[in-house]
């Protein structure tokens, strides 16, 4: 299949993304207005311009809403909160649905990125909002119940677990236990994970770790190969990037390399990720072979990282890549 025909039939394909969902406020500040307040003798900082994008677990979203997946939903949560509501409206701006987004007393977890007017550059410390403590019991089971109620109804199911705490973020033990009864009900099902740091822990599901994660996980458990790693999660496929090395596919018995496409000079590799992970995760749900996958989740991140910020692939610009690298 070649990556026009993979696009195609992205159309038809619906996904769910699950996980950390976070608001991006980018907040642009004058310089010029720095003044002392009356109140504290402190500098303020004057902040001119707003723009929201949703991240984390969003950024899957909008990557899978880009290239024309026929339906795109988040499961998560987001605080009852005006952070909440600009990221709702981040997500819908970008064609994701927020039906599954539950509503908490939780905070949204907001990242605000302080850019200088004058230079462009992030020149100040970040002003991040970050919930206090571990996903309370209630949310885990509704997000657990949600899952369960909703996964029938996606042809693919994109975890995002981001969390880089002992204590887990969105996906916790009992929502893995969900993603593996749903495997084992629909095993044509693709349930994609990206976990930074607990790949080893889910089970029947592909897992797509980078390679730092990938040895991680491995050392974590006692592992020396990825295909061991494979093997406890008891899935046949596992797709682990290399950076500008592209993915390293295990599929069955067969290892075998998917390039990444030559970029001289990425303006931002963040998000690199999860391109490769929309891209990748479509087209195995549109029916394409493990390989001509890998193939697309490098097209997808060869044009993300040649923009700023966590930036998204239209079909055209993935077919653009594909013909400059032919
Ligand atoms: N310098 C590069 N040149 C070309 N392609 C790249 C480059 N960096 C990343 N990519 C593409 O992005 C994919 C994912 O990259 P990487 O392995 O760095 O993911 P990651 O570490 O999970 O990224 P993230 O920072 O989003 O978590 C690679 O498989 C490749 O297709
Ligand atoms: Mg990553």
Redesign the pocket.
Known sequence: MTPADVLRRIESVSALVVGDVCLDRWCVYDPDLTEPSRETGLPRTAVVRTETTAGAAG?VANNLAALGARRVSVLGFGGDDGHGLELRRALERARVSTEHLIATETPTFTYTKLLNAKTGAEDLGRVDFLPASALPAELERMLANRLRETAAGFDAILVSDQAETETEGTITASIRRVLEEIAQRHPDKVIWV?S?MRSEKFRRVIV??????ASEACRRIGLTDFRALRDVISHPLMM????????LVLDGEREVW?P????PN?VD?????????AGAALALAAGASALES?RM??????V??RKKG?GTASPDEVLGADRDDC
């Open positions: 950024t990206d930074r797509k770790p980078n390679e730092r994660e682990v990037t290399h950076a500008d090395r592209g993915a998917a990444a496409l030559r970029v990425p590799i963040c998000g690199a990720g999860d391109s490769f992970s890998a989740g490098n097209l997808v991140a060869s993300t990282i966590t």
